[in-house]
């Protein structure tokens, strides 16, 4: 019913909630790397609101990951230019149980390929396979073959900066906070992450 081309997490994501729905699934992705680049350390992390943390209760992954994969932010602190201006959310104001969930992007992707050997109705295959279906999702990036295809693009505006992701150890408990520093011409986040420790 559904060609999903590329296993990220939202190909795997889409593909696990149509099948839910029960359309049959084909989920398109180019081979595994080789062991080396496998092996690479992923410091990747999301951040998850609620409406993505209820989705992916609904598909039974949510439950399945490793505790210390899901951090819960129950706190936001931002900072800008100005001395002393800081704004400050809490889930506590919210009347919430957590503002949004930190989430280690190895352990989700994971997890989610785990669900996905006992979906029946999801069929892998290479991301070069031709299938035929009413409907198409292209969910593999920015370098998709398959945008290529269609003729949809996009118009790159780069804005000068360089990121550095990093997963720092620290002595004290984050207590669940999140910290953002907003000051023209950089910005800096530390946001709590259990799979790095305290960190």
Sequence with gaps: DVAVHGAGIVGRTLALELAAQGLEVALLAPAAPDTEVAQAPDLRAY???????????????????????ATPVTEMRIRGDAPGSVLGFSAWQQRVEQLAHIVDAGALEATLAEALR??????????????????????????????????????????????????????????????????????????????????
């Excluded at 951040?47 to 994969?69: F, Y």
């Design 47 to 69: 951040a998850l609101n609620a409406a993505s943390v209820a989705l992916l209760q609904r598909l039974r992954v949510w439950g399945q990951l490793p505790a210390a994969a």
């Design 118 to 199: 006992y979906a029946p109705r999801v069929h892998p295959g290479a991301a070069d396979a031709r299938v035929e279906a009413p409907l198409h999702a292209w969910c593999d990036g920015r370098h998709s073959r398959g945008r290529a295809q269609v003729g949809a693009g996009f118009d790159a505006q780069p804005y000068g900066h360089t990121a550095v992701a990093a997963r720092l150890r620290g002595t004290l408990p984050h207590g669940g906070v999140a910290h953002q520093w907003f000051r023209a011409p950089d910005v800096l986040a530390l946001l709590p992450c259990d799979a790095a420790g305290r960190s």
